[in-house]
């Protein structure tokens, strides 16, 4: 019966310290420690400017005259993103890919998200799942793919979701994210993320389903729903 107590209080005592650590995220993201992370991720990364025009030079500058207010918000649950840039890709069939460039300072936000979502959803992906995930890359994917071959494998499926992340639903994805993380503030972010649209020639149109393909996090999450998971 001892023993028993024991495994029960143990076992109360992890969960307790999953879901204390879920419900707490937005303080794990704003950490000093992971703040320079993302800094230094966003600035390597270069990329285009958002709607702003502010590029990735001049982030660490405004992060210094900022960071205080942007951290309160961030914290309050207050913080209201900017609308993503929207350009168009071309593809190599000859058809575009709609892409949403977001702010600058929205992509070091999204970024510090990604390293504090990152250990959460990525061990529940597939072992088989080889695209956007840390230490991963295409070269990984062909070498398993040589393996399957020489082991005798020989048919190729070849399958793709026509524009998934254009038309994911935004309820779904957040009901499976909420299962994992407690944080209120941080669904709350998520969520202003994926509705927060647009803005073409002056006029921003709010977005009602899809995922923005340009940001750190909402990527992530729209893996999490896309079936990469075990």
Known sequence: MASQRRWTYNADSRTFRKRAMYENLMEEAVTDENRARALEAVTRNKGAAGIDRMTTKELENHLQAHWEKIRAK??????VPSPVRRVEIPKPSGSTRMLGIPTVQDRFIQQMLLQVLTPIFDPQFSESSYGFRPGRKAQDAVQAAQKYAQEGKDWVVDIDITKFFDH??????????GIEIRDKRVLGLIGKYLRRGAMVEGVVTASEEGTPQGGAAVAI???????CTR
């Open 74 to 79: 961030l914290l309050a649950g207050t913080y």
């Open 221 to 227: 999450v729209g893996q999490y729903l896309s079936g």
């Open 168 to 177: 994911v639903n935004h309820d779904i994805l957040m009901g499976r994210i």
